[in-house]
Each structure stands twice: as C-alpha cells, then as structure tokens.
C-alpha cells in the first residue's frame, strides 16, 4: 500500500505549493473569462493539476537510494519489453484457472500481473474523463487517444532513460503492456465520462452563465474581495523586494512603508484613474458613486480608513508581541493589558468581518461590502 500512498503524499505536498502561488493569478484569469469566479472550473483544473502529479509520482517514485543504478543491477540487464499481452500470458501462469470450470475464474484476482494491468488502465483513466469535458464531443476520441498514448510514451520513456540520465542506468523497463494498457484506460475514461460528468456542472452551462452575466453591472463579491486582496498582494510585495530586503525586524519602517502604499493604492490612485485600482482594473470593474459617476475624494477616504482599520489594528498588535520587556519593568503590566485587550479585539473583528463576508457573498452582488457600504460606492463593470 505505501507503494501507493508515498507518491501520492509527495503529488499531495507539491500540490499545496503549486496552490499557494498559482490560486490568485487562477483566479483572474478565471473572472476575466468568465466574468465571474467560476468554483466548478477551479475545481476541475486543480484536481486535473493534483491528478498529473499525482500520474507522474505513481510511476517514478520511489527513487533508487544512487545515481549509480547500474551497480544494483546484473551486467546483462533487459530493460525494455517489447511483447505485447504478455500480461495477459503472466496473468494465466500461476492462476491454475481451469477454462472448463468457472468456478476457478476468481482466482485471476490473486495474480499480481492481473493488478499491475488493472492499475495501468486506471492510471489514465481519469485523463480520458477530463479530456471529454474539455473536448466535450464524442468525435474528438482520436485526439484522447493520441494525448494518452502520448503520456504513456513520456513516462515509458522517463524510465527507461533514468529521468533523463539523473540515473545512470534505467530502474523500471519500458513495456510495450504499459502503453497499450495506459491507452486503453484514457479511451476508456473518454467513452464513459458523460456518466460521471452527469453529475457535475458542464462546460456549457458555464458559458450560458457567462453570456447571462455579461448582461449585468453587478460585480460578484469574491471579484470585489479578490481586487483588494490584489491592491494589498502589490503593497506587500513591493515592500519585500524593495526596503523590506535591507532591514530585519524593522517593525516601524514596514508599518510607515504599507500605510504610505495603503494611500497610494487604495485612495490616489483611483482618484486619479476614474475609480479603477490596479486590482479593480484587472478584474474589469471600476468604483462609481451611487449615480454612476467617478467617487469623490470623500468617498475613496473613507473606503480606504475602512481597509485600513482591520490592517493597521494587526499591524500594531505585531509590533507590540515583537516588543520584549523585562518582568520587572515599570511597563511591563501596561504592555501585557493592553497586548491582551488588543489580541481579544482583534479576535472579535476578525469573526465579524468573516461573518460579514459570508453574508454579502451569499447575497451575490446584492450587498456591498461594509468599505464600501461607508463611502457610498458602487462597484461596477467596466465598459
């Protein structure tokens, strides 16, 4: 079992990774072709990424322990077999399967060249269930052929160069079993994924909701949140490349640096450019007062005290943890009370804002959020 489990926790972990730094840039490209998050197509393209790792490690983990695989193995290693079905000759050997008798038949489930088979269909058998839904017409099964034969010629060929000679010699054969039967299975997953597919949301019904979408001048709540989390993502970063590469723990230089960036992005900014952020122009929609027109510096001030109130009550509280005072210290009781009260502030605002977020996203669109609610700003599309 764990010869399936380890490749499956290593795809696992690296998928994590591939999470944290692709997630936001999926979720533009998402909004911006379909003008809405779209949870059912994030979820089909990361479990196809967590899917391919997952192929990928099945077949090549675990790794040889050296380099020097050539020294495990006898001189007049074969490592290709060429002989197609001669799984199925492996399989009848030791079964002692009596054709006379059907009674004998179960005992092709104790062979272990019945599993190895059985599990080289499965293999890509979920990339023939993905390629229908991405191709979505029948006639396209040659195309299904051609990627899973294809993905079977790359792994085969992996092995059998030692991942491309990081390993001096090969530590699994090629078989010619393996690509008729990895075939097999992504046809196979093609022909029957309109039974699976059945149950979740298709491909044209998101493009229906796309075109209905179209239509509308309500932004939906996570392009709204995902625009701000954008705006503070370019506060953040250009602090890490920029000053925050010089000094360590300079608590106080951040704090002045992302209020100033706050300012920029979230006030001059679309005050200047007709109510767009960076984040907002991106995701193509704009802040408008409740007629329609660009908001007034009044507005885009209180927008931006109201984004920076949670920000700059968890950069104090950060600043306060990082202070260290002796015990004895006069204001040691003082930092302790007031580190405490802010910790349990903190805490309650938190929940209420999530609270408050889960609210407006279930009204989609019908409710602005609590920044905006203050300034009287209306996010709309951008023509």
């Known amino acids: 079992m764990s010869t399936y489990l380890i490749p499956i926790q290593t795809a ?41 790792l997952s192929a990928l490690f099945l077949v090549l983990l675990p790794l ?66 993905y390629l229908r839904y991405f191709f979505q017409k029948k006639k396209y099964w040659i195309r299904a052929f051609v990627l899973g034969f294809g993905l079977s010629l790359f792994f085969e060929i992996t092995q059998l160069t030692g991942i491309y000679g990081i390993y001096h010699c090969p530590y699994r054969i090629f078989d010619v ?80 640096y992302k209020t100033i960036g706050f300012a920029i992005l979230y006030f001059v900014i679309p005050l200047l450019w007709e109510g767009k952020t960076i984040g907002t122009n991106i995701l193509r929609f704009k802040l408008t007062n409740e007629s ?11 927008r931006l005290l109201a984004l920076y109130l949670p920000w700059v009550v968890s950069a104090f509280f950060n600043i306060l943890t990082s202070m260290e005072l002796d015990m004895g210290s006069t204001f040691y009781t003082y930092h302790a009370l007031i580190t405490t009260g802010i910790l349990g502030f903190l805490f309650i605002m938190w929940i209420v804002l999530f609270i408050h977020a889960i609210f407006i996203i279930i009204k989609k669109g019908n409710r602005t959020f609590y920044f905006d609610e203050v300034a009287s700003i209306i996010p709309r599309k951008d023509d």
């Open 12 to 52: 696992f972990f690296i998928f994590i990774g591939l999470l944290f730094l692709l997630t936001v840039p999926w979720l533009i490209y998402v909004y911006r072709k379909y003008g809405y998050l779209s949870i059912w197509a994030s979820i089909v393209t990361f479990s196809f990424i967590f899917y391919m």
């Open 64 to 129: 040889p322990d050296t380099r020097n695989t050539c020294a495990l193995q006898p001189a007049d290693s074969v490592y290709y077999s060429l002989t197609p079905f001669s799984f199925i000759s492996d399989t009848l050997r030791g079964s002692n399967i009596v054709w006379t008798q059907p009674s004998t038949y179960i005992h092709i489930f104790n062979q272990s060249a019945f599993w190895q088979a059985a599990f080289n269909v499965l293999l890509l058998l979920p990339l023939g269930v």
């Open 177 to 256: 079993d393996d690509l008729l039967l990895n075939t097999s299975g992504a046809l196979l997953g093609f022909f029957i994924a309109p039974m699976i597919l059945a149950l979740f949301p298709s491909k044209k019904s998101l493009e229906l909701k796309k075109k209905r979408l179209r239509k509308s001048q309500i932004v939906r709540p996570l392009a709204q949140l995902l625009a701000v989390l954008i705006d503070y993502m370019i506060i953040h970063i250009s602090w890490n490349l920029t000053i925050g590469l010089f000094t360590a723990n300079n608590g106080l230089t951040e704090f002045i």
């Open 292 to 302: 329609g027109n660009i908001p007034k510096w009044q507005s885009l001030i209180r």
